[in-house]
């Protein structure tokens, strides 16, 4: 859009680089985790994508909002990114089934966000220097007073974020005369895995991030899903333990992004900050199982420790990515689990990897009788 109507606005990086641009959203001031976003399309799921929450997304795209916003192509019941910089942010927008245009969607749901901003140039910084805080404001534009308030922001290295994301109550989706039942963990789950699971036939029960195992048992299910979520994977204490004790049970359970972080914390693996993370939809991800590639929709920070993988004797690396050899997918050994780092639902993306889905559903109907 940018016009010359529009307010001015900053955006202030913890390094001190510093972007000016034109206000878009709502006036104010945001801080979060600088990340970046490579995909060309989905931009409605990514902000309402609960993984995100406490962070500030640019998108690499450098036209976001051509298609308005439209209240079905969400992930969650609202915007869940801090903040959000692009280069052309649109007004306008084209598509017949669009109810919003972009800029009332984002006033509509308190988003700051920042336009005009050269975002290969500051991709490029990010992808240099790695993640760190930002701020953007369209209120203050003294960069020395926005740098006192930066510094008020939380470091993401150590932050639990999940249980502000995940649902306050257990919720069902799905046939309740399934046979199939599966316990979901929620630290933040998209709605469209749920999906995926409901589509093939699951009833699915959905748990608040703190739930213990007494508490999941009693819906008896025979299968155990441990959901995608925000913030360092190594500071959810309460959520390995109800891992390890899900895992006890060794029925099948399968994990996606935080979730598989969690598995592997749970069997004493590590998890690290990565320097900048995985955010778009065509990362390349080869499955060393069937040695076929898929292209994959992806948005992590963190990863699992490639060394304390090989070190664990009951995980089978299943999944590797073919952009920086980093761990995709690991299953345990002695065990029906199994979990991967991408997102298979891939809403937005491609469905290579939706495969996933068909395999945990019929890995539960063997593990039934
Ligand atoms: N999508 C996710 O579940 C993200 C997991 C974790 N918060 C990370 O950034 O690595």
Same mark, same amino acid.
Do not use: R, W
């Given at each position: 859009?940018?016009?010359?109507?529009?307010?001015?606005? !900053?955006?202030?990086?913890?390094? /001190? #680089?510093?972007?000016?641009?034109?206000?878009?959203?709502?006036?104010?001031?945001?801080?979060?985790?600088?990340?970046?976003?490579?995909?060309?399309?989905?931009?409605?799921?990514?902000?309402?994508?609960?993984?995100?929450?406490?962070?500030?997304?640019?998108?690499?795209? !450098?036209?976001?909002?051509?298609? /308005? #916003?439209?209240d079905t192509d969400v992930e969650s019941d609202g915007v869940k990114i801090r903040g959000m910089i692009g280069r052309n942010l649109e007004e306008q927008y084209s598509r017949k089934q669009a109810t919003e245009s972009l800029d009332q969607y984002l006033i509509k749901n308190n988003i700051v966000c920042i336009e005009g901003v050269d975002t290969r140039a500051l991709v490029t910084h990010v992808r240099e220097k790695g993640a760190m805080n930002c701020i953007i404001s369209s209120e203050i534009l003294d960069i020395d007073q926005l740098k006192k308030e930066l510094a008020k922001e939380p470091n993401m290295d150590g932050l639990e974020l999940a249980s502000k994301v995940s649902t306050a109550e257990p919720y069902t989706l799905g046939d309740p005369s399934s046979a199939v039942k599966i316990a979901v963990l929620d630290f933040g789950t998209k709605q469209h895995i749920l999906q995926c699971m409901v589509e093939r036939g699951a009833y699915v029960k959905v748990f608040p991030a703190k739930t213990p195992i007494s508490e999941l048992k009693k819906f008896a299910p025979n299968g155990y899903f441990i959901s995608n979520g925000p913030g360092d994977p190594a500071a959810m204490d309460y959520a390995i333990i109800t891992v390890k004790d899900v895992l006890k049970e060794k029925k099948p359970t399968f994990g996606i992004c935080l979730g598989h972080q969690l598995i592997a914390l749970a069997n004493d693996i590590s998890t690290y900050k990565m320097h900048h993370g995985h955010r778009g939809l065509n990362h390349p991800v080869k499955n060393l199982v069937t040695g076929k590639c898929e292209v994959t929709t992806q948005n992590h920070g963190f990863g699992v420790d490639p060394e304390s993988v090989k070190k664990a004797k009951n995980v089978e690396i299943t999944h590797v990515n073919l952009n920086d050899n980093s761990i995709e997918g690991i299953k345990l050994k002695d065990q029906p689990a199994f979990s991967v780092q991408y997102h298979p639902e891939s809403t937005p993306g491609p469905h290579d990897s939706r495969y996933l889905f068909d395999d945990f559903i019929n890995l539960i109907k063997e593990h039934m009788n």
């Open positions: 859009m940018s016009n010359t109507l529009q307010k001015p606005a !900053v955006l202030l990086l913890a390094d /001190g #680089t510093v972007h000016y641009g034109k206000a878009f959203g709502k006036i104010g001031t945001t801080a979060g985790e600088i990340c970046f976003n490579t995909g060309m399309t989905g931009y409605q799921e990514v902000f309402t994508d609960p993984s995100y929450y406490g962070q500030v997304v640019i998108m690499n795209n !450098v036209h976001v909002g051509n298609y /308005g #916003t439209k």
